[in-house]
């Protein structure tokens, strides 16, 4: 199983990013999909959650109406929009696969997001 997560970068307040995570080795429809980050000095959180089908998603309060999860299950990929972003959203980005029956968790090796002037 591999999860390989890209788009990270340097980003100024207010500007954009989407990430990207390719996942292989694995039934990727049957995963709950989800993001994490981890700033530094800080425990890793949750940021947002689709569910396996994609029907349904959540999101950490501090980032509601500015990032957006999506998945495309023919590409085996899922995407994070992260717009109106703030140096608070500086961290290491990861995405995660679970399998809520299995319990079978994946985890990316992150990329690396900075917002800054």
């Known amino acids: 199983v591999q999860l390989v997560e890209s788009g990270g970068g340097l980003a100024q307040p207010g500007g954009s990013l989407r990430l990207s995570c390719a996942a292989s080795?694995?039934?990727?429809?049957?995963?709950?999909m989800s993001w994490y980050r981890q700033a530094p000095g800080k425990e890793r959180e949750l940021v947002a959650v689709?569910?396996?089908?994609?029907?349904?998603?959540n999101y950490a309060d501090s980032v509601k109406g500015r990032f957006t999860i999506s998945r495309d299950n023919a590409k085996n990929t899922v995407y994070l929009q992260m717009n109106s972003l703030k140096p608070e959203d500086t961290a290491v980005y990861y995405c995660k696969a679970l399998n809520l029956w299995s319990g079978s968790a994946h985890w990316g090796q992150g990329t690396q997001v900075t917002v800054s002037s």
């Open positions: 689709a569910t396996s089908g994609g029907g349904s998603t």
């Open positions: 080795g694995l039934a990727f429809s049957s995963y709950a």
